[in-house]
């Protein structure tokens, strides 16, 4: 993240704290409290021309006639995590799943549903974090709401963002546009956001702390789009990992996957780890990667793109797609093949 948006970051919260050094009922029964609350913390974090419309709707004008739109839920534990925390979560999912279409996002909305008791401090934290991912990733925060639900009913924090973001190219980017022949392309390493979220949560210490990959992908993915890419599918790799993403591609667009083990990075770290809990990291979540998946053409040209980029340095074409039963491949480093299944479960829960 640029240094410019860290020297923004304060933890001095602008509530007086000796007064209300947690957040009360009445932070969100629609009185004084309520006000103070909303000028005070989200308002001056989240300033801007849109919201400064105090209005109940936000409105807004869109430059194409082609838009975008996305909504999704966070309730992560813990809260604050190596690496991220859900603030910036919350944004960074939300932009990116916008950016899986191609889209260049623009606006968000906030609706954050606290808990009776929650420190204002660590809502500060919060707050502020979104502000900064917010930043970074380009997009305006349009409009919000607010929830304080009774001590017990709500573990803290819950947010919700949904995305609003336009299309202008003329790419048809989706799971119906994979082919036989395409190249697909990885930006890095796997595992991250799943394990230090899991030796968070459960106390454990490993050599190096594994920081999540939390990061917002809009830029990579406007440089591929403008570099002329002939992108047929986009697709991030979070709940379920990269093993859970191409099951749903491969039913969805009715091809063949074969992945080779040995091309997909994982960091040595992620691996012991994932031996010591019995995790595979094919299925351990993710919230900075994502697969393109191109024609064979524009592989090459492709993958240089993304080396160059900060979230792709670890970039690699992991696999192909061709004619088939719906079923994904995976060549391991012996060099046999089995099937990668889809999770029956759920392997880490409250990741994002």
């Known amino acids: 993240m640029d240094s410019s948006l860290h020297s923004e970051f304060t933890l001095q919260c602008p509530i007086p704290i ?9 932070h969100g029964g629609g009185g004084k409290l309520m006000h103070t609350l909303i000028s005070k913390m989200f308002s001056t974090a989240f300033t801007n021309d849109i919201l400064l419309q105090e209005h109940d709707s936000a409105q807004i004008e869109l430059p194409v006639s082609k838009i975008a739109f996305t909504t999704d839920s966070y309730v ?12 910036a979560l919350a944004v960074n999912g939300t932009v990116n799943d916008l950016a899986m279409s191609g889209a260049k996002p623009l606006y968000l909305s906030l609706g954050l549903i606290i808990e009776e008791g929650f420190a204002m401090e660590d809502l500060w934290r919060v707050v502020q974090s979104i502000s900064m991912a ?6 305006k925060i349009a409009t919000g709401d607010t929830k304080v639900v009774d001590k017990g009913k709500g573990d803290g924090i819950f947010v919700n963002t949904s995305g609003v973001g336009v299309i202008e190219h003329n790419l048809k980017i ?13 930006n890095g390493d796997l595992g991250r956001h799943g394990i230090a979220i899991m030796a968070e949560r459960e106390g454990l210490e490993f050599e190096h702390k594994i920081l999540s990959d939390c990061a917002p992908l ?5 440089e591929i789009i403008d570099a002329g890419i002939n992108v047929h599918c986009l697709r991030d790799l979070t709940r379920g990992g990269l093993s859970s993403t191409l099951n749903e591609l491969v039913q969805t667009a009715g091809i063949e996957i074969t992945i080779d083990e040995t091309s997909v990075p994982v960091h040595e770290d992620v691996q012991g780890a994932c031996e010591i809990l019995g995790f ?6 993710n919230e900075g990667k994502f697969i393109a998946i191109v024609p064979a053409a524009d592989a090459e040209k492709c993958l ?12 690699a074409i992991i696999g192909s797609v061709s004619d088939g039963e719906a079923i994904v ?17 759920e392997q880490l829960p409250r990741i994002c």
């Open 18 to 26: 000796s007064e209300y050094p947690n957040v009360l009922l009445a």
């Open 76 to 87: 992560v534990k813990p809260l604050f995590f190596p690496g991220s925390d859900i603030g």
């Open 134 to 139: 917010a930043k970074a990733a380009g997009v």
């Open 174 to 186: 989706s799971p119906k546009s994979i082919q036989p022949g395409d190249v697909i392309i990885l």
């Open 218 to 222: 809009n830029g990579i993915v406007k």
């Open 280 to 285: 595979d990291p094919m299925y351990v979540a």
């Open 304 to 315: 240089n793109i993304m080396l160059a980029h900060g979230y792709g340095k670890e970039s």
């Open 329 to 345: 491949k995976l060549k391991s480093r012996i060099g046999t093949m089995r099937i990668l299944d889809m999770l029956s479960g």
